[in-house]
T-cell receptor, first 113, second 113 residues
Framework: AQSVTQLDSQVPVFEEAPVELRCNYS??????LFWYVQYPNQGLQLLLK??????LVKGINGFEAEFNKSQTSFHLRKPSVHISDTAEYFC???????????FGKGTRLSVIA | EADIYQTPRYLVIGTGKKITLECSQT?????MYWYQQDPGMELHLIHY???????EKGDLSSESTVSRIRTEHFPLTLESARPSHTSQYLC????????????FGQGTRLTVV
């Protein structure tokens, strides 16, 4: 079964600084990878997804992620964060089997003014 | 914007009461899911359905039950609420392919007193 590891439970960063949120998944022949964001008292919203093709994926709100098959990673990056990026971020993986998405435990991004 | 709705958004109820959390989607998705999430914590899959009259238990054991009589509707029921059921409950749906993302409702925050 697939598993997802988000290496950092909390990431504090100053406003306008760059940020990287790390995500590793267990190896599989083919996977589909997703990053979601959750603002307080809200559901999850899709930031971006990797299905195939270019390993650099651009998403909403200036976020991007890079798929690295050899390292089984899908790290999320933003070159300059804003206060409004403060939220919980979840990495998720689906494989070719007919099973639900598997989520990581989440990373809390706190942007400091 | 995702067309998946959960009601109520907030619910405070006494111990022993029966409750039903509603979830509806207008996207025609066959796949629907219920997740339980404590504040600031990871998501736990408690139930899912891949179509009408199909329901499965998720990774986290739950005393709740679900039904799927109509494609668009996936209610979750607790026969006798307890304080340990206090949590946020998130409903989601997804399309038929494994490479399609899940769309989330805004969640129901349940407090059992």
């Amino acid at each position: 079964a697939q598993s997802v590891t988000q290496l950092d439970s909390q990431v504090p960063v100053f406003e306008e600084a760059p940020v990287e949120l790390r995500c590793n998944y267990s190896s599989s022949v083919s996977v589909y990878l997703f990053w979601y964001v959750q603002y307080p008292n809200q559901g999850l919203q899709l930031l971006l997804k990797y299905l195939s093709g270019s390993t650099l994926v651009k998403g909403i709100n200036g976020f991007e992620a890079e798929f690295n098959k050899s390292q089984t990673s899908f790290h999320l990056r933003k070159p300059s964060v804003h206060i409004s990026d403060t939220a919980e971020y979840f990495c998720a993986v689906a494989d070719s089997g007919n099973t639900p998405l598997v989520f990581g435990k989440g990373t809390r991004l706190s942007v400091i003014a | 914007e995702a067309d998946i709705y959960q009601t109520p958004r907030y619910l405070v109820i006494g111990t022993g009461k029966k409750i039903t959390l509603e979830c509806s989607q207008t996207m025609g998705h066959d796949k629907m899911y219920w997740y339980q999430q404590d504040p600031g914590m990871e998501l736990h899959l408690i139930h899912y359905s891949y179509g009408v009259n199909s329901t499965e238990k998720g990774d986290l054991s739950s005393e709740s039950t679900v039904s799927r009589i109509r494609t668009e509707h996936f209610p979750l029921t607790l026969e006798s609420a307890r304080p340990s059921h206090t949590s946020q409950y998130l409903c989601a749906s997804s399309g038929p392919s494994m490479n399609t993302e899940a769309f989330f409702g805004q969640g129901t925050r349940l407090t059992v007193v």
